[in-house]
């Protein structure tokens, strides 16, 4: 099926261990993005890439780093992971003016 | 970026037709107003988007007066399955595009 395909689905660190969270998109898009989302919240924009080779900070970037490897896929990387960090991720790719983001299902990172 | 408000939450009964009206006052020229729904556990799913005037689709119509400073989401006869969160943004949703989500509206539709 054609979407956004996140791994893992669930992760539990230690403070201080880091990660890679996985992101990749088989629709052809251009613009890639990074989004957490804490409890009872709304989502806050990480980073995003509006194209291969480019990357932008977004709301709440410290903590974190991304690579756009190539233009399915889109890692987030937790170099040193503390409890403010645990949330549940979302990567989303944005097909354009008239078919909005395509969200994947999300990973639910807890930091201990 | 247009900052948006809505309502945090709301509550219906099924059948009911649901209004959920969202402000952005600062909105610019070529901003988009962009709805998205997400189920709890899930990722936000694109419902609606337009600029101006009425945009209906299957599954919800958009309402924008003139000024634009305003819009209304209109889910017609909800559905217990319809409790979700509603998000409402605004912003150059091109590819490139950078969407800030705001708090989003609380939708319970009740038996």
């Known amino acids: 099926n054609a979407g956004v395909t996140q791994t893992p689905k669930f992760q539990v660190l230690k403070t201080g261990q880091s990660m890679t969270l996985q992101c990749a998109q088989d629709?052809?898009?251009?613009?890639m993005y990074w989004y957490r989302q804490d409890p009872g919240m709304g989502l806050r924009l990480i980073y995003y890439?509006?194209?291969?080779?480019?990357?932008d900070k977004g709301e709440v970037p410290n903590g974190y780093n991304v690579s756009r490897l190539n233009k399915r896929e889109f890692s987030l990387r937790l170099e040193s992971a503390a409890p403010s960090q645990t949330s549940v991720y979302f990567c989303?790719?944005?097909?354009?003016?008239?078919?909005?983001?395509?969200f994947g299902s999300g990973t639910r990172l807890t930091v201990v | 970026l247009a900052k948006t408000t809505q309502p945090i939450s709301m509550d219906s009964y099924e059948g009911q037709e649901v209004n959920i009206t969202c402000s952005h006052n600062?909105?610019?020229?070529?901003?988009?107003i962009t709805w998205y729904q997400q189920f709890p556990s899930q990722g936000p799913r694109f419902i609606i988007q337009?600029?101006?005037t009425k945009v209906t689709n299957e599954v919800a119509s958009l309402f924008i007066p003139a000024d634009r400073k305003s819009s209304t989401l209109s889910l017609p006869r909800v559905s217990l399955s319809d409790t979700a969160v509603y998000y409402c943004?605004?912003?150059?949703?091109?590819?490139?595009?950078?969407?800030?989500f705001g708090q989003g509206t609380e939708l319970s539709v009740k038996p």
């Open positions: 600062n909105i610019a020229t070529n901003d988009y």
């Open positions: 337009g600029y101006k």
């Open positions: 943004l605004v912003g150059v949703n091109n590819q490139g595009g950078k969407l800030i």
């Open positions: 890439s509006a194209s291969e080779g480019t990357t």
């Open positions: 989303a790719s944005n097909g354009g003016a008239y078919y909005g983001y395509t």
């Open positions: 629709m052809n898009h251009n613009s």
